[in-house]
Nanobody, 119 residues
Framework: VQLVESGGGSVQIGGSLKLSCAASGFAISNCEMAWYRQAPGKVRELVST???????YYVDSMKGRFTTSRDNAKNTMSLEMYSLKADDTADYYCAACWDSSEMPPYKYWGQGTQVTVSS
């Protein structure tokens, strides 16, 4: 089982970036997926979730700026980020398959991809 994020990098304030998460070893079609992020010196925080049917949830500070989507056929998930702010600088993690015994409550995690937003 593996989740691999890609698409991170450096971008200017106000810019855009698209992250991708590729899953292998299991089918994401029956799993809720999520994006988390962790800024330097801070705890990991939820960014967005997407249910198996495509229903999305965004943390308030990301609403209107971030869009999460999934392609069950390709076993992938994406996060499109717009109007990026310096505060969006963090390592972004892909998570899959909600599991209440885990904290945060997802069974599988990627290794993360770094996003740096600067002027």
């Amino acid at each position: 089982v593996q989740l691999v994020e890609s698409g991170g990098g450096s971008v200017q304030i106000g810019g855009s970036l698209k992250l991708s998460c590729a899953a292998s070893g299991f089918a994401i079609s029956n799993c809720e997926m999520a994006w988390y992020r962790q800024a330097p010196g801070k705890v990991r925080e939820l960014v967005s979730t997407i249910a198996s049917g495509g229903t999305t949830y965004y943390v308030d500070s990301m609403k209107g700026r971030f869009t999460t989507s999934r392609d069950n056929a390709k076993n992938t998930m994406s996060l499109e980020m717009y109007s990026l702010k310096a505060d969006d600088t963090a390592d972004y993690y892909c998570a899959a398959c909600w599991d209440s015994s885990e904290m945060p409550p997802y069974k599988y995690w990627g290794q993360g991809t770094q996003v740096t937003v600067s002027s």
